[in-house]
Nanobody, 117 residues
Framework: VQLVESGGGLVQPGGSLRLSCVVY????????MGWARQVPGKGLEWVSG???????DYADSVKGRFTISRDNAKNTVYLQMNSLKPEDTAVYHC????????????WGQGTRVTVSS
């Protein structure tokens, strides 16, 4: 199993980014997927999840600003992040939704998001 995250970068507060995660090694359409983030020196924090039927869940800290989606034809899960805040700065990882949050950095390198003016 390999997950390849991309789309991170440096953005000003209030800006937007779209993260992507391409999945290799399991049947993507049969797996709920999620995103978690890790601030350097701290543990992983769950951010969002999407079920195979499209239902979504969000952490309170990102609700109304982030949108998770999936494209089964491309084996890809996305995280659209709007109205970014400095506290959103972290390395973002994707993973199977339902896996322990602390395991989300096990399958890929993650993508770094920095929100700063």
């Amino acid at each position: 199993v390999q997950l390849v995250e991309s789309g991170g970068g440096l953005v000003q507060p209030g800006g937007s980014l779209r993260l992507s995660c391409v999945v290799y090694g399991f049947t993507f359409s049969e797996q709920a997927m999620g995103w978690a983030r890790q601030v350097p020196g701290k543990g992983l924090e769950w951010v969002s999840g999407i079920y195979i039927d499209g239902r979504t869940d969000y952490a309170d800290s990102v609700k109304g600003r982030f949108t998770i989606s999936r494209d089964n034809a491309k084996n890809t899960v996305y995280l659209q992040m709007n109205s970014l805040k400095p506290e959103d700065t972290a390395v973002y990882h994707c993973g199977p939704y339902g896996a322990p949050t602390h395991a989300y950095n096990s399958w890929g390198q993650g993508t770094r998001v920095t929100v700063s003016s």
